[in-house]
């Protein structure tokens, strides 16, 4: 959604070209951030003529502010379409920073690692706007991630297993 | 105004932002370089979005004020004081990753 697009279409800017097929996941209900991706892709396949990638997407697992408990069966059901999906998709990498959405993807990912199908890195990096606390997802990830990235130093303090890069967005 | 799809153009125009604290807002005023100054509605904002502006006014990149102390911010400041906002920076990230994933 909105701000996290920007961000890691931000992160995705200085990748080489072996990042590829990438696969862009995205919640049903996010209007904007499709237009995004595709600019983002058409000037990218500008300097790497073989660039690929693809959109999914799946339910949102979590509005704004929704409540712990309701928050656990809609996101249950957005495992309903992440979990075929990342097993079909078998991701080395999977980079995400913090919406909802990322949640499910990253839970079916360590279960097709759990069962021995495919292992994925996680890479996780809170957005910027984070400065002294996780969002959701990232108190949920920073336990699950192969790697935990903060922007803020106050965060590494809090969060010593986490990775601080200084500001990359 | 509503809801345009950007304000890229009115924002290279301006010799000022009055902005609310909403990140991306703050985020792409200061990378335009323009002076930037911050009102704080606490009553209407959740605590995570304060957390930002609480950081860039520590940091002197913004002013910050809330609706009653506006008028006496604009009259008062002084645009001087306020430090240019480097950008980030993603090559970093891209360097860890290769690192991570074994592409070096």
Partial sequence: TGGHTTEILRLLSCLSESYSPI????????????????????KRAETFSNSKFTLDRIPRSREVRQSWTSSVVT????????????????????????PGTCVPICVS???????????????????????????????ILYYFSDYFIVQWPGLKEKYPKSVYLGRIV | FRFKDSLAEDLRRADLVISHAGAGSCLETLEKGKPLVVVINEKLMNNHQLELAKQLHRDGHVLCCNCSTLVETLQLM???????????????????????????
Avoid at chain 1, 26 to 34: L, N, Y
Avoid at chain 1, 109 to 124: D, F, Q, T
Avoid at chain 1, 128 to 139: A, D, F, M, N, Q
């Fill in chain 1, 23 to 42: 696969h862009y996941i995205f919640a049903d209900s996010d209007k904007m951030s499709e237009a995004k991706i595709r600019s983002f892709e058409q």
């Fill in chain 1, 75 to 98: 996101t249950l059901y957005s495992m309903l379409y992440s979990l075929p999906l990342t097993y079909k998709l078998k991701p080395d990498l999977i980079l995400c920073n913090g």
């Fill in chain 1, 109 to 139: 990912a360590l279960l097709l690692g759990l069962l021995g199908i495919k292992r994925a890195i996680i890479v996780y990096v809170e957005s910027i706007c984070r400065v002294e606390t996780l969002s959701l997802s990232g108190k």
């Fill in chain 2, 78 to 104: 002084d645009l001087s004081t306020l430090k240019p906002f480097p950008p980030g920076q993603p090559e970093k990230f891209a360097l860890f990753l290769d690192k991570v994933v074994g592409f070096q």
